[in-house]
């Protein structure tokens, strides 16, 4: 008996997915974590009239969600002023971005990005055999004229740029957004990864036309909205190209649990707004307890801190696994100069208080004498 041989480009795929989960580490620490603040979730949860939702829709879910998306995408549509044409709904931006980049990379297509941006727009590229491009950062930015040049040079179907940007929580004026979308080339995409602009003001985001025929804005209910484990995000972007996910997505794949609980996520409006007060007191200390040892905490407008350690990657990762071994779930850029910086989420009084008492005892840990 044989068993049918992969295709070539699976066989020459990694066996590696993007991250490996807190889960996965509490099993080789044999311990929960004490402080869960590595993974940019909301630790303040959903609302409680989510909950309520949730709660109210768990005896129906012998049904199969809507795979039209009818009432969630008539409130986004409502939130952002478009037609619910210009809304796709996906399994968080991960699924959207699986599924947009199976609508336009296939084996040696162009695809640029920033070297160091989120691993798993990469993953997916690379799964459809894409030849990735990858631009460096401009300091702890991502640089959206470099960007766009490579994407001339080497003919780019799609350009990613996420703003603000995850790893290093740094934004770019709505100005320098618009200016990058003027310049794009024909015959390019650009994939805006908005999943951190509900804690800017919606008037600093970039004014695009919703018709625009090369972007694609992306956004998710995994950061302010508290619901990264039911897995939904959504789309803004012209009618055809929204249209064109019908023919490859997963129709079943948002659970009717999900949708009920984004519709009544996106109605507590002032959740949300407590959600970024509490975020940003969190962060505040982080970046105080980053001080007090003599570290930075980096400008962020995201709901996690890029906490600069002064050194180089490599003491940084001793810093990461010496708090990992102490009980805290942080992570860290996966290139140089980002790496000098570990990445710590918001996290609720009880977590900061342990990273608190963590922090020195791992830098000092990170020392090599």
Same mark, same amino acid.
Request: net charge negative; with cysteine.
């Given at each position: 008996?044989?068993?049918?041989?992969?295709?070539?480009?699976?066989?020459?795929?990694?066996?590696?997915?993007?991250?490996?989960?807190?889960?996965?580490?509490?099993?080789?620490?044999?311990?929960?974590?004490?402080?869960?603040?590595?993974?940019?979730?909301?630790?303040?949860?959903?609302?409680?009239?989510?909950?309520?939702?949730?709660?109210?829709?768990?005896?129906?879910?012998?049904?199969?969600?809507?795979?039209?998306?009818?009432?969630?995408?008539?409130?986004?549509?409502?939130?952002?002023?478009?037609?619910?044409?210009?809304?796709?709904?996906?399994?968080?931006?991960?699924?959207?971005?699986?599924?947009?980049?199976?609508?336009?990379?296939?084996?040696?297509?162009?695809?640029?990005?920033?070297?160091?941006?989120?691993?798993?727009?990469?993953?997916?590229?690379?799964?459809?055999?894409?030849?990735?491009?990858?631009?460096?950062?401009?300091?702890?930015?991502?640089?959206?004229?470099?960007?766009?040049?490579?994407?001339?040079?080497?003919?780019?179907?799609?350009?990613?740029?996420?703003?603000?940007?995850?790893?290093?929580?740094?934004?770019?004026?709505?100005?320098?957004?618009?200016?990058?979308?003027?310049?794009?080339?024909?015959?390019?995409?650009?994939?805006?990864?908005?999943?951190?602009?509900?804690?800017?003001?919606?008037?600093?985001?970039?004014?695009?036309?919703?018709?625009?025929?090369?972007?694609?804005?992306?956004?998710?209910?995994?950061?302010?909205?508290?619901?990264?484990?039911?897995?939904?995000?959504?789309?803004?972007?012209?009618?055809?190209?929204?249209?064109?996910?019908?023919?490859?997505?997963?129709?079943?794949?948002?659970?009717?649990?999900?949708?009920?609980?984004?519709?009544?996520?996106?109605?507590?409006?002032?959740?949300?707004?407590?959600?970024?007060?509490?975020?940003?007191?969190?962060?505040?200390?982080?970046?105080?307890?980053?001080?007090?040892?003599?570290?930075?905490?980096?400008? $962020?407008? $995201?709901?996690?801190?890029?906490?600069?350690?002064?050194?180089?990657?490599?003491?940084?990762?001793?810093?990461?696994?010496?708090?990992?071994?102490?009980?805290?779930?942080?992570?860290?850029?996966?290139?140089?100069?980002?790496?000098?910086?570990?990445?710590?989420?918001?996290? $609720?009084?009880?977590?900061?208080?342990?990273?608190?008492?963590?922090?020195?005892?791992?830098?000092?840990?990170?020392?090599? $004498?």
């Amino acid at each position: 008996m044989q068993t049918p041989a992969f295709t070539h480009l699976v066989d020459t795929l990694p066996s590696t997915v993007p991250f490996v989960g807190p889960e996965a580490q509490e099993r080789q620490l044999e311990r929960a974590f004490l402080a869960r603040i590595g993974a940019n979730e909301s630790v303040f949860g959903p609302s409680p009239q989510v909950k309520s939702a949730i709660a109210d829709m768990a005896g129906d879910v012998w049904r199969y969600g809507d795979p039209e998306h009818f009432d969630l995408k008539a409130a986004l549509a409502a939130k952002h002023g478009v037609s619910p044409h210009h809304i796709v709904i996906g399994e968080g931006i991960d699924g959207i971005l699986g599924n947009l980049v199976r609508l336009f990379v296939g084996p040696g297509v162009a695809v640029v990005t920033s070297d160091g941006a989120y691993p798993t727009f990469n993953y997916h590229v690379n799964g459809f055999g894409g030849d990735l491009v990858k631009v460096p950062f401009d300091g702890d930015s991502e640089d959206p004229a470099a960007l766009i040049q490579m994407a001339q040079s080497v003919k780019a179907r799609l350009v990613y740029l996420s703003n603000p940007n995850n790893p290093m929580g740094s934004f770019h004026p709505r100005a320098r957004i618009e200016e990058m979308v003027a310049a794009l080339p024909d015959g390019c995409l650009l994939c805006l990864d908005e999943a951190y602009a509900d804690f800017v003001d919606e008037d600093e985001l970039p004014d695009i036309p919703v018709d625009h025929d090369r972007v694609v804005r992306l956004r998710t209910f995994s950061k302010a909205y508290g619901l990264a484990g039911i897995r939904i995000g959504y789309a803004i972007t012209n009618a055809p190209l929204a249209n064109a996910f019908n023919k490859i997505r997963n129709h079943f794949g948002v659970n009717s649990i999900a949708q009920t609980a984004a519709v009544a996520a996106l109605a507590d409006t002032g959740h949300q707004s407590s959600v970024r007060k509490a975020v940003a007191a969190a962060l505040e200390r982080v970046a105080g307890i980053a001080q007090a040892n003599g570290c930075i905490g980096l400008p $962020t407008r $995201t709901n996690f801190i890029a906490v600069d350690c002064m050194q180089d990657g490599a003491f940084a990762g001793r810093v990461l696994q010496a708090l990992i071994g102490q009980g805290i779930f942080v992570r860290m850029p996966g290139v140089a100069p980002l790496d000098r910086c570990i990445r710590i989420s918001a996290g $609720t009084k009880s977590d900061l208080d342990a990273l608190e008492a963590a922090f020195p005892k791992a830098l000092q840990t990170a020392v090599v $004498t």
